[in-house]
């Protein structure tokens, strides 16, 4: 993977939506981004909350400038 600068986050703005920072190795956020343990019998809000964590984890790696 390679990197660029890293653009800083507005830390009172993520607050406001209810997150918390989570510091993982890039990685670790490539794993979470490309990985899925959901089957076809999970209920509709699980599989999007799958989808929404690895949307999140895709959203990081490019916010902090990896190319996977």
């Known amino acids: 993977m390679s990197k660029q ?7 009172a703005n993520e607050e ?3 997150r918390v920072a989570l510091w993982l190795d890039a ?3 490539a794993w979470l981004a490309k990985h899925c343990c959901c ?5 509709s809000e699980i599989i999007e909350r799958c989808s929404r ?4 984890a895709n959203a990081a790696l490019h ?6």
């Open 63 to 68: 916010k902090a400038g990896y190319k996977i």
């Open 16 to 18: 406001k939506k209810g």
């Open 53 to 56: 964590i690895r949307f999140r």
């Open 39 to 43: 089957n076809n019998n999970e209920p």
């Open 27 to 29: 990685d670790d956020i």
């Open 5 to 11: 600068e890293i653009i800083a986050t507005d830390m």
